[in-house]
Nanobody
Framework: QVQLVESGGGLVQAGGSLRLSCAASGRTFSNYAMGWFRQAPGKEREFVAAISGSAGNTRYADSVKGRFTISRDNAKNTVYLQMNSLKPEDTAVYYC????????????????WGQGTQVTVSS
């Protein structure tokens, strides 16, 4: 099984930046497409971004396109979400997810999920 641990969340002012990290266990990290999701209280879990295992293809939700960037370092078994120009509506728990696939996947049917990290953007 793949273990995922998110970090980097916190409290920031609107317009600020954060970089989230997701550390994965195992030796086959490059075989997994990775994704970021978020969920605000009382809201459904929402797709944010996804990246393919090795080809570097990415997908983004329209709400974050141009502000967020997903990337991965397979040598470090880590995926990142760089979040710039943060808005109060970005406030949510952010989750990292892994799917045994080399293609980027923007759906909900990921195989493994992390515990989440809180991002709060004040105005």
């Amino acid at each position: 099984q793949v273990q995922l641990v998110e970090s980097g969340g916190g409290l920031v002012q609107a317009g600020g930046s954060l970089r989230l990290s997701c550390a994965a266990s195992g030796r086959t990290f490059s075989n997994y497409a990775m994704g970021w999701f978020r969920q605000a209280p009382g809201k459904e879990r929402e797709f944010v971004a996804a990246i393919s295992g090795s080809a570097g293809n990415t997908r983004y939700a329209d709400s974050v396109k141009g502000r967020f960037t997903i990337s991965r370092d397979n040598a470090k078994n880590t995926v990142y979400l760089q979040m710039n120009s943060l808005k109060p509506e970005d406030t949510a728990v952010y989750y990292c997810a892994a799917k045994f696939s080399l293609r980027a996947y923007d759906g909900q049917r990921y195989d493994y999920w992390g515990q989440g990290t809180q991002v709060t953007v004040s105005s």
